[in-house]
């Protein structure tokens, strides 16, 4: 549903409103397993992504969408007992035993808190009418857990550059705090394992270089006195066989390069001696050699007459030819131009208010359609890399990732994934290794881009099922479909939702 005219509802969502819009999808079966499976991940990491938008609603409703389709709907797709989709499933129930059901648990207090208070606050409203269906942008906006509760509500198109530069701006910080954990000896598992497990609190001393830095040296220190001990083998008053060590022990880190910094040199202090006596000048007698002679007295005669003679006389004043009085106040401003009218500048949000940008359209479920940004260097590079595979004509595929950012999706990134070529088709392999990629790189699948080399721009039939399998749990996917031989030379293709794929 397109149209937006209101701002924004104020009513927070409860946990039933939640809960029922994530379990709002249609599961279809004529969807290969391999994309319902990558959807789980996909909506795992949309929760991650809302969560550090201090989105909770948002993540409350991917949380409980993940845990529906895994727990309920995954065992019930044909393919399911395969052994290659036995083996993608094994980690989602993991995930869903370890983390999903210890994340869902924090975050329903503070929905309902929210709840609570909101309805505390407005007891004198009258009460809510019968639910219905919402048929309108700004029915289906008020069920939108990303635009309630407290937060300032823009539109992407109206705000382009604003939109861009918080992108610009949470990319930077995102890959800062990447680098400065792997600078800090942190390993890519460990990162995730701590995002994942929720460890917020023990994460932000690595996006604080000071800290990391201390960390590491009281580690050293620690490694340092430990083998210390055990070289003196005073480690616990005995010292053990190594051969009969049940586990290697690691050996200490180096320590860190000393430098030697070369400081001007200073003279020591000495206590200054006093003298009590009283201070006399110091005569020095050389008898040896003769005084100089002294000088003539002056005659202050002839200085005296030079002083009484008569000063000489003033010139004479000369009248000026002009005279240009100095400006009066009047004029002075008169001359100075008129201050220019003051703009409207928009207050940024408060500590605890989000900024979003509202969705462009809305499905019949409730799902957003949020803004996509695509780099406009994109396109020419992707035909720079499969030039190639052009010339001879074989397709080629790229994916299209990228991260959201207060409820908009930024694509910053082009996949070129290890693939199978032929003149009519491309096929992705090893598609783990791209998720884990993706995974430790905080990227989302966006959507992809191919090339028809000899054919002209259309979405084939093989085409229109790939791309649903990207657009079961991202409706803003899209696909790009480039024929560099023909025009146009391009087009942009999504699925349309309601359609029916046999």
């Given at each position: 549903?397109?149209?937006?005219?209101?701002?924004?509802?104020?009513?927070?969502?409860?946990?039933?409103?939640?809960?029922?819009?994530?379990?709002?999808?249609?599961?279809?079966?004529?969807?290969?397993?391999?994309?319902?499976a990558?959807?789980?991940?996909?909506?795992?990491?949309?929760?991650?992504?809302?969560?550090?938008?201090?989105?909770?609603?948002?993540?409350?409703?991917m949380?409980?969408?993940?845990?529906?389709?895994?727990?309920?709907?995954?065992?019930?797709?044909?393919?399911?007992?395969?052994?290659?989709?036995?083996?993608?499933?094994?980690?989602?129930?993991?995930?869903?035993?370890?983390?999903?059901?210890?994340?869902?648990?924090?975050?329903?207090?503070?929905?309902?808190?929210?709840?609570?208070?909101?309805?505390?606050?407005?007891?004198?409203?009258?009460?809510?009418?019968?639910?219905?269906?919402?048929?309108?942008?700004?029915?289906?906006?008020?069920?939108?857990?990303?635009?309630?509760?407290?937060?300032?509500?823009?539109?992407?198109?109206?705000?382009?550059?604003?939109?861009?530069?918080?992108?610009?701006?949470?990319?930077?910080?995102?890959?800062?705090?990447?680098?400065?954990?792997?600078?800090?000896?942190?390993?890519?598992?460990?990162?995730?394992?701590?995002?994942?497990?929720?460890?917020?609190?023990?994460?932000?001393?690595?996006?604080?270089?000071?800290?990391?830095?201390?960390?590491?040296?009281?580690?050293?220190?620690?490694?340092?006195?430990?083998?210390r001990?055990r070289?003196?083998?005073?480690?616990?008053?005995r010292?053990?066989?190594?051969?009969?060590?049940?586990a290697p022990?690691?050996?200490?880190?180096?320590?860190?390069?000393?430098?030697?910094?070369?400081?001007?040199?200073?003279?020591?202090?000495?206590?200054?001696?006093?003298?009590?006596?009283?201070?006399?000048?110091?005569?020095?007698?050389?008898?040896?050699?003769?005084?100089?002679?002294?000088?003539?007295?002056?005659?202050?005669?002839?200085?005296?007459?030079?002083?009484?003679?008569?000063?000489?006389?003033?010139?004479?004043?000369?009248?000026?030819?002009?005279?240009?009085?100095?400006?009066?106040?009047?004029?002075?401003?008169?001359?100075?131009?008129?201050?220019?009218?003051?703009?409207?500048?928009?207050?940024?949000?408060?500590?605890k208010?989000?900024?979003?940008?509202?969705?462009?359209?809305?499905?019949?479920?409730?799902?957003?359609?949020?803004?996509?940004?695509?780099?406009?260097?994109?396109?020419?590079?992707?035909?720079?890399?499969?030039a190639?595979?052009?010339?001879k004509?074989?397709?080629?595929?790229?994916?299209?990732?990228?991260?959201?950012?207060?409820?908009?999706?930024?694509?910053?990134?082009?996949?070129?994934?290890?693939?199978?070529?032929?003149?009519?088709?491309?096929?992705?392999?090893?598609?783990?290794?791209?998720?884990?990629?993706?995974?430790?790189?905080?990227?989302?699948?966006?959507?992809?881009?191919?090339?028809?080399?000899?054919?002209?721009?259309?979405?084939?039939?093989?085409?229109?099922?790939?791309?649903?399998?990207?657009q079961?749990?991202?409706?803003?996917?899209?696909?790009?479909?480039?024929?560099?031989?023909?025009?146009?030379?391009?087009?942009?293709?999504?699925?349309?939702?309601?359609?029916?794929?046999?």
């Amino acid at each position: 549903m397109n149209g937006p005219s209101s701002p924004r509802p104020a009513r927070p969502m409860s946990i039933k409103e939640i809960t029922n819009a994530a379990e709002d999808f249609e599961f279809r079966t004529t969807i290969p397993f391999k994309y319902w499976a990558r959807s789980a991940d996909t909506l795992f990491q949309e929760a991650t992504f809302a969560l550090q938008d201090r989105d909770i609603r948002k993540a409350y409703q991917m949380l409980w969408r993940h845990s529906v389709l895994v727990l309920s709907h995954l065992k019930t797709h044909p393919d399911a007992k395969l052994p290659e989709n036995k083996a993608l499933t094994k980690p989602l129930f993991k995930r869903q035993q370890e983390e999903v059901f210890g994340l869902l648990e924090s975050l329903k207090p503070q929905i309902d808190r929210d709840y609570d208070e909101w309805q505390q606050m407005n007891a004198s409203q009258k009460k809510a009418e019968p639910e219905k269906r919402p048929s309108s942008y700004d029915e289906f906006a008020a069920r939108d857990p990303t635009l309630s509760g407290n937060a300032k509500i823009l539109d992407a198109a109206d705000n382009q550059e604003l939109a861009v530069s918080l992108a610009q701006r949470d990319f930077k910080r995102r890959d800062a705090a990447r680098k400065a954990t792997r600078q800090a000896g942190v390993s890519e598992e460990e990162e995730q394992e701590r995002r994942k497990g929720g460890r917020w609190e023990d994460w932000e001393q690595f996006g604080n270089p000071a800290a990391a830095v201390a960390t590491d040296e009281d580690e050293i220190r620690r490694q340092i006195e430990a083998t210390r001990r055990r070289l003196d083998g005073t480690d616990g008053g005995r010292q053990e066989d190594t051969r009969t060590s049940r586990a290697p022990i690691p050996p200490p880190r180096p320590p860190p390069p000393s430098y030697s910094y070369h400081y001007p040199s200073i003279s020591r202090p000495r206590a200054v001696e006093w003298d009590s006596a009283p201070l006399e000048p110091k005569r020095t007698f050389t008898p040896s050699l003769p005084q100089p002679p002294k000088p003539p007295k002056e005659d202050f005669t002839i200085l005296r007459q030079e002083l009484d003679a008569a000063p000489p006389s003033r010139p004479g004043k000369e009248p000026l030819l002009s005279y240009i009085p100095p400006p009066t106040p009047d004029s002075v401003h008169r001359d100075v131009p008129e201050l220019p009218a003051k703009e409207e500048i928009m207050p940024p949000p408060s500590a605890k208010e989000r900024l979003t940008f509202r969705p462009a359209a809305y499905l019949e479920n409730g799902d957003p359609i949020r803004p996509v940004f695509l780099p406009t260097q994109l396109r020419e590079a992707f035909l720079n890399i499969a030039a190639d595979n052009t010339r001879k004509g074989l397709e080629m595929c790229g994916i299209l990732c990228g991260r959201p950012v207060n409820n908009a999706l930024f694509i910053n990134c082009l996949l070129i994934p290890q693939q199978k070529s032929t003149p009519d088709t491309c096929e992705t392999e090893n598609e783990s290794a791209m998720l884990d990629y993706c995974i430790n790189e905080d990227l989302l699948m966006v959507g992809w881009i191919h090339t028809h080399p000899t054919q002209t721009c259309f979405m084939s039939s093989r085409d229109l099922h790939t791309q649903a399998g990207y657009q079961v749990m991202m409706p803003e996917s899209i696909a790009i479909v480039c024929s560099p031989r023909h025009q146009p030379s391009y087009a942009i293709s999504p699925l349309p939702p309601e359609s029916e794929l046999t």
